[in-house]
């Protein structure tokens, strides 16, 4: 029900941008989230945007780097990735739930998972 894409190999301090496309739901009543996990660790939260689309959250990592927004008429939710680098490297799945905005970062808070796409970064 959720279908991740854009990922690939790009050069440090690239652009990549993420689609989540969703299908079955009623897109617009679910908060929507990247998440993503490299090799060997656990899978990280990395933005998240609420129903309406008023409110993000970023991971320090990637802030003012990495923008999500969502067209809730496409029912799509966008990563917009700029100046990658190589430590951004990892598989970035996006993920719907109906969640309380203390669990936002939190994996279990999401009930529906795309299959992920992968992003390579390099040096």
């Known amino acids: 029900q959720l279908q991740a894409s854009g990922g690939g190999l790009v050069q440090a301090g690239g652009s990549l941008r993420l689609s989540c496309a969703a299908s079955?739901?009623?897109?617009?009543?679910?908060?929507i989230a990247w998440f993503r996990q490299a090799p060997g660790k656990e899978r990280e939260f990395v933005a998240g945007i609420r129903r309406s689309g008023g409110n993000t959250r970023y991971v320090d990592s990637v802030k003012g780097r990495l923008t999500i927004s969502r067209d809730n008429a496409k029912n799509t939710v966008y990563l917009q990735m700029n100046s990658l680098k190589p430590e951004d490297t990892a598989v970035y799945y996006c993920?719907?739930?109906?969640?309380?905005?203390?669990?936002?970062?939190?994996?279990?808070?999401?009930?529906?998972w795309g299959q992920g796409t992968q992003v390579t970064v390099s040096s």
């Open positions: 993920a719907a739930g109906r969640i309380i905005i203390s669990t936002v970062s939190t994996p279990w808070a999401y009930t529906y």
């Open positions: 079955g739901l009623t897109f617009s009543s679910y908060d």
